[in-house]
């Protein structure tokens, strides 16, 4: 069974940056995709970013194109979403996502 544990959250005031992880574990991890999402106060979950664990092909939402960069590192079975010029619309619940799996989520606090 995979666990998905996400760290790298924090307030940050706004045009600042932060780098999220998301590291599985589990017995045997070879995910399709794996890929971020944030959900604000009050809102929905939507999707951030996405990478294809093989190819290392990326899609971006169009409000982080430009901002935000995912990776990952096969050997480590770690995700990484770093977010440059982050803006106070980008205050969530980030989470991580792969193989039908869910983490607990980091929080984002943006300052203005």
């Known amino acids: 069974q995979v666990q998905l544990v996400e760290s790298g959250g924090g307030l940050v005031q706004a045009g600042g940056s932060l780098r999220l992880s998301c590291a599985a574990s589990?017995?045997?991890?070879?995910?399709?995709?794996m890929g971020w999402f944030r959900q604000a106060p009050g809102k929905e979950r939507d999707f951030v970013a996405s990478?294809?664990?093989?190819?290392?092909?990326?899609i971006y939402a169009d409000a982080v194109k430009g901002r935000f960069t995912i990776s990952r590192d096969n050997v480590k079975n770690t995700v990484y979403l770093q977010m440059n010029n982050l803006k106070p619309e980008d205050t969530a619940v980030y989470y991580c996502?792969?193989?039908?799996?869910w983490g607990r989520g980091t929080l984002v606090t943006v300052s203005s």
């Open positions: 990478i294809a664990w093989s190819r290392g092909t990326t």
């Open positions: 589990g017995r045997t991890f070879s995910p399709a995709n």
């Open positions: 996502n792969a193989a039908l799996t």
